[in-house]
């Protein structure tokens, strides 16, 4: 599987903006996708998996209540509403896929997306 994430920009604080991540290769009810940031000088974070069968997510903390991860599977691609954003928000966003699980770290995930940069500016 091969991911293509996109739709990144400059926004402001308190605004809203959605990622795409298109995946070529069927993805199965069995596997996961994730949406992982860095920014620069810290370490990778998790912001959200999905398992692409039931639908069932796991946000991480700093996201909560502010992101919407959606899947489409007739397109096989998955979307990051993201709202409220935040200064903190600012990083590159990165898309995960696996046949299995993908940990918070990230581990296990067979396929990355090349990223696509969110920067939060007053």
């Known amino acids: 599987v091969q991911l293509q994430a996109s739709g990144g920009g400059l926004v402001q604080i308190g605004g809203s903006l959605r990622l795409s991540c298109a995946a070529s290769?069927?993805?199965?009810?069995?596997?996961?996708m994730a949406w992982f940031r860095q920014a620069p000088g810290k370490e990778r974070e998790v912001v959200v998996r999905i398992r692409w069968g039931s639908g069932i997510t796991y946000y991480g903390d700093s996201v909560k209540g502010r992101f919407t991860v959606e899947r489409d599977k007739g397109q096989n691609t998955m979307y990051l509403q993201m709202n409220s954003l935040k200064p903190e928000d600012t990083a590159v966003y990165y898309c995960a896929h696996s046949s299995s699980f993908i940990d918070t770290a990230g581990a296990d995930a067979g396929s990355w997306g090349q990223g696509t940069l969110v920067t939060v500016s007053s």
């Open positions: 290769g069927r993805i199965y009810s069995s596997h996961m």
